[in-house]
């Protein structure tokens, strides 16, 4: 029998090349990884879903960058050997999510991923548009909460951020075109994730506002700067106090 079928690591890759695609393979990483081929769930080990969480993430990524990001405290040639078994195990069970060419691991075209959706969603969030119900795990899910590599944690706050700016941009949308009651919901969403967001409570006191709902507004002004004052010993911006300003005076406010 030849060795190289004992070896994974000298196994030939079954990474689908370019021009193969992937129908229906799709990656979640905010929550918990998923992949999935037409629907059905592909199980992978920890270090395959490692690999394709990274190519998710970074774009197409050399594979001498791979191994050293993901094996960090091996030699380079051990690194190597193992990103090859991961690849290669990829391709057993999913052949057309990741393709290798001239030394670059990268996704396959057809794979869609909702980290890039959301990326793209918070990049045009002015334009027309109903994301809401497109993405569901929006309004509370983390980039891969329970990985604790060094190089999820650096995604994992660009990401929050790109998620808690759509949150807002969508909450004003909807609350322009009347939709108060997902408008809220949304703007509670980003605000819950980040209680000390100024801009997050922003949102809520403009989309009561445009409700009409001024008690409600004032409220929300009122935990703002109860919170600020208590966490950050500092008061609301002028932006934040502008938009209860031209309100008739409550003497609550000034007591606060």
């Known amino acids: 029998m030849d060795d190289t079928m004992l070896d994974p690591a000298r196994r030939p890759l ?12 799709r990656v979640t990483l905010l929550g918990d990884f998923r992949l999935q081929l037409a629907d059905k769930s592909v199980e992978l080990g920890a ?17 001498a960058r791979v191994a050293g990001t993901l094996w960090p405290a091996v030699t380079d040639a051990r ?3 193992n990103l090859r078994t991961a690849l290669w195990r990829v391709g057993l069970v999913a052949p057309r999510v990741l393709q290798v060419e001239r030394g670059w691991v990268e996704l396959g075209p057809a794979v869609t991923v909702d980290v890039q959706e959301l990326t793209h969603r918070a990049l045009s969030a002015d334009e027309p548009g109903d994301e809401v119900a497109s993405l569901p795990r929006l309004a509370d899910a983390d980039l891969l909460p329970d990985w604790d590599d060094e190089w999820v944690a650096e995604d994992r706050e660009r990401v929050r ?18 939709r108060f009651a997902a408008a809220v919901n949304l703007a509670l969403s980003a605000l819950r994730a980040d209680p000390l967001r100024e801009s997050a409570h922003r949102t809520v006191i403009a989309v009561h506002l445009a409700e009409g709902n001024v008690a409600e507004a004032r409220r929300a002004y009122t935990a703002c ?17 502008a938009l209860v300003a ?3 005076p409550d003497p609550a406010l000034s007591a606060v």
Not at 15 to 25: F, H
């Open 225 to 241: 700067r109860q919170v600020l004052r208590r966490e950050l010993g500092v008061e609301p911006s002028a932006a934040t106090a």
């Open 47 to 63: 270090s395959c879903r490692r690999v394709v969480a990274l190519v998710c993430l970074r774009g197409a990524v050399p594979r």
């Open 14 to 25: 079954l990474v689908a090349r370019e021009g193969d695609d992937a129908p229906g393979a």
């Open 161 to 178: 951020q790109l998620r808690l700016h759509l949150l807002e941009a969508l909450a004003r949308r909807l609350a322009a075109q009347s």
């Open 246 to 248: 031209r309100l008739r």
């Open 79 to 81: 690194a190597g050997a």
